[in-house]
């Protein structure tokens, strides 16, 4: 069998989580292949709203199991809030959930690494969550890392105190006023790895490969959007793993060849999250309006999301660089009731029109171009069939399918997984 690969395409905040919800049931495994607990994966089904941190998003079907992939680094003590979160629907976690032993861990250090950082930056911030991500990915490309396997050698404790130490010199190098009780973190942080411990371990690139060996299904779930990509997306606003379709087979150590079907997500209109540029962002009447129809407000960290037009030319860029063979539009509901819409299909960049992704798209440097189109205000978040949608609507799918050459496929009107319409 083959892998299929469900992405972000814009800066995060797509709707990934319920897709996969949506998809779970074509599929034997579901496996996560990057990022950390910065990356808040929103269910919603039985009126009832689910947010996933780290476990993939088909924790909620009996039938599917479920993968921590290599890629990912984890946070006991976030990880076992989360567990507890899903206590209450008596979900069989030990059999349904399996986390590969080369994730990297985060330890409470790293989280202090990272605040340390972030506000020595100042005004130069990049927006980070401060969950202590970047330094645990730095710790692993500096091989100083200490992975989920780790936990089972009889010196852990060893190798943790040797990292945290160094860390707490790190930190000392910064000149910012961190007040912190480091012991009452690592009390917590050592329970957490003892209930981790619970839970079944996986040499997670024999078992997949053996997955596909018995004529397995897999969906590889991303977390965050492709233009966060640390070597892809607008630099140094990114995130700290590769979002993009290469870091699938990286993050889960499936080969190349055995992916088929590379599933694109992405908003009617476009969201980001912190610092960084984003050429078609709105600051008038029509964002606030986005925003607040679209509940645009970070899963995970509560930050209100800065909202935009379409930006196509991003959109394509990603479609591109991802291989992307089906768009999955979420959030057509949200634009119900604008009499108009804007598209970017171009940049004015340092005074030439260009239709792709310049190396630098700071406002400076790039100006959208735009092309109007006729909105709809029609609600959406009952309809059930492609046929219901107004004209408007159509017509703008139709447009952005012709702009991407790739078929929409799937469009969202509402949370819900059944609020999901198949052209």
């Known amino acids: 069998m083959t892998v299929d690969l469900l992405l972000g395409l814009q800066w995060g905040d797509e709707g990934k989580g319920k897709i996969v919800d949506v998809l779970t ?24 709203k689910h947010v996933l941190r780290t476990i993939p998003s088909g924790i909620f079907h009996e039938s599917s199991v479920n993968i921590i992939g290599n890629g990912v680094v984890m946070d006991p003590v976030v990880f076992q809030k989360e567990l507890e979160g899903l206590e209450k629907f008596n979900i069989d976690i030990k059999s349904r959930l399996l986390i590969s032993r080369k994730a990297h861990l985060i330890l409470p250090t790293h989280r202090l690494l990272d605040a340390a950082s972030e ?6 911030k990049i927006g980070s969550t401060l969950k202590g991500i970047g330094p645990t990915y730095m710790d692993k490309t500096g091989r100083n890392g200490i992975r989920v396997g780790d936990i089972e050698l009889e010196d852990f404790k060893e190798r943790y105190r040797a990292l945290a130490d160094k860390h707490e010199a790190m930190i000392s190098f910064y000149d910012v006023n961190l007040q912190y009780d480091l012991k ?11 209930a981790l411990k619970e839970l079944t371990f996986i040499d997670s690139e024999a078992y997949l490969n053996q997955a596909l060996k018995d004529g397995k299904s897999i969906l ?22 590769n979002t993009t379709a290469a870091g699938a087979c990286t993050g889960l150590g499936i080969a190349p060849n055995r992916v088929k079907d590379v599933f694109g997500i992405f908003k009617a209109y476009t969201t980001r999250v912190g610092s ?4 078609t962002e709105l600051f008038d009447e029509v964002g606030a309006t986005m925003a607040k129809v679209g509940n645009e407000f970070g899963s995970v960290t509560g930050r ?30 949200v634009l119900s009731g604008f009499e108009t819409l804007q598209v970017c299909t171009a940049y004015k960049y340092k ?3 260009i ?69």
């Open 25 to 48: 049931s074509k599929y034997d495994i579901i496996a996560r292949f990057q990022g950390g607990p910065n990356a808040g994966h929103t269910l919603e089904f039985d009126g009832i």
């Open 276 to 279: 960084g540029p984003f050429p």
């Open 304 to 333: 209100a999301r800065r909202c935009g037009w379409l930006d196509l030319v991003a959109l394509k860029y990603a479609v591109q660089v991802n291989g992307v063979t089906q768009l999955y539009m979420m959030k057509g509901d």
């Open 119 to 124: 506000a020595s930056k100042g005004k130069a």
């Open 184 to 194: 009452e973190m690592e009390q917590e942080f050592f329970a957490a790895v003892e």
């Open 351 to 353: 005074g030439q029109e």
């Open 355 to 423: 239709d792709h992704l310049p190396y630098n798209i700071e406002p400076e440097n790039v100006e959208p171009i735009y092309v109007e189109k006729k909105g709809w205000n029609a609600d959406l978040t009952g309809m059930t069939s492609y046929e219901e949608f107004p004209a408007e609507l159509k017509e703008y799918i139709e447009f952005i399918e012709k702009e991407l050459e790739v078929p929409i496929k799937v469009i969202s009107v509402g949370p819900d997984r059944t609020q999901t319409i198949i052209k």
């Open 220 to 241: 590889a779930e991303g977390a965050q959007g492709s233009l966060l990509d640390i070597d892809f997306g607008t630099y140094p606003f990114v995130t700290s793993s």
